[in-house]
């Protein structure tokens, strides 16, 4: 589902940061290898040398290269909102949900189709074509779950066609028009830390998923989780995931060391076992696949801990990122190892400041 992401050539961007041009916000990041630190397009901050310059497309990629974010231009923050040069099409989107759009509809809103691809794809993990479609199954969910009948949603939503509908419906949610009636679809929102942007899908039963946003096969989780839990997964708000973003902002403020979310674990009973075994390990600690293995009573089992621990879909509130080696080195993570790494300084650099209990 990843499309791949281009920069503008060097030079274009250098001369944006010079020029602070705001119209260049969205399309790349730079970071200046002097200072360690990365900015926006059009930060106020004076223009570094060409040279000292090395240009990023998402702040997941300059955290990954180890600078710190801005604290004048606040670069992770970039695509938290909506930015001003795309309102006018998320109003039109708002105002007119079932329309088709197509590239050249955007190039006579002033708007480059690939930069509005690229806001997608970061903004929801998905291109914008898939959002648009989510959104028209999003609005006909809505309709079913209040009581409208299948042919108005179908007709209503946009498909000129019931079995249109229908074959739709099955595509994106894998469930027909009265399974929906009847269930509550998973909603999926994002928010930002400090480690780049966090994907959080949930609904009344709980939080089932929690990832960075960059994150390798995010949508072939998504596919799981929609499958597991038989709801279509929609962008949208909920209370849960309100709660997560807060709760996971006072962990990275260092004012947070354990989690009180309602969590759906739902997994094979030996999944389950170990993200619970997993979930026990103290704040600020390690533990290692085979000490793991000997907990759930089964020594041998220290390579599926590893594959479990690797499926786990809610990072950090299920700490997969403390478990290590036996020879303390920090081996896989899903999010990245210089997430995991800094995790875990992280916890330790809290508790350390902290007063004693
Ligand atoms: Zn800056």
């Known amino acids: 589902m990843n499309a791949p992401i281009t920069l503008p050539d060097p030079d274009t961007m250098y001369q944006a940061i010079v020029d602070r041009d705001a119209e260049m916000e ?26 000292n310059v090395e240009f990023f497309a998402t702040a997941s990629e300059a955290l990954a290269a180890g600078y710190r974010a801005c604290k004048r231009c606040r670069p992770t923050e970039l695509s938290g909102s909506v930015p001003a040069w795309l309102t006018q099409l998320v109003d ?157 902002d006072q962990y990275f403020q260092g004012k947070r060391t354990e989690f009180t979310l309602p969590l759906r674990l739902d997994g094979t009973s030996f999944q389950e076992i170990v993200w619970k075994k997993l979930s026990e390990i103290p704040y600020g600690q390690t533990r290692s696949y085979r000490e793991l293995a000997e907990q759930v009573s089964k020594p041998s089992a220290s390579r599926a801990i590893g594959r479990t621990n690797g499926d786990n879909r809610l990072a950090i509130v299920v700490p997969c990122h403390r478990v290590v080696r036996s020879d303390g080195h920090l081996c896989g993570y899903a999010g990245g190892l210089w997430r995991k790494r800094w995790l875990l300084e992280h916890e330790q650099k809290a508790r350390q400041t902290r007063l004693p209990l």
């Open 92 to 248: 039109a989107l708002e105002a007119e949900p079932t329309r088709r759009w197509t590239n050249a509809d955007l190039t006579e809103m002033g708007l480059s189709p690939s930069r509005v691809r690229r806001w997608f794809q970061e903004h929801y993990q998905m291109t914008f074509h898939a959002y648009l479609r989510m959104r028209q199954i999003g609005l006909a969910v809505d309709m079913l779950q209040t009581g409208s009948d299948v042919t108005s949603v179908a007709l209503e939503s946009g498909y000129e066609s019931l079995s249109g509908f229908r074959d739709s419906l099955r595509k994106w949610t894998g469930q027909t028009p009265t399974s929906i009636k009847h269930g509550e679809p998973i909603l999926v929102d994002r928010f930002l830390t400090p480690l780049g942007p966090m994907l959080a899908a949930g609904n009344d039963a709980g939080l089932c998923l929690l990832e960075f946003a960059d994150r390798k096969m995010l949508s072939k989780q998504f596919e799981r989780i929609s499958k597991r839990f038989a709801q279509p997964i929609l962008p949208g708000k909920h209370p849960v995931l309100t709660s997560a973003a807060e709760q996971i």
């Open 26 to 51: 969205g399309l790349f990041l730079f970071a200046v290898k002097t200072t360690g630190i990365f900015c926006r397009p059009g930060c106020k901050s004076k223009a570094p040398k060409r040279e």
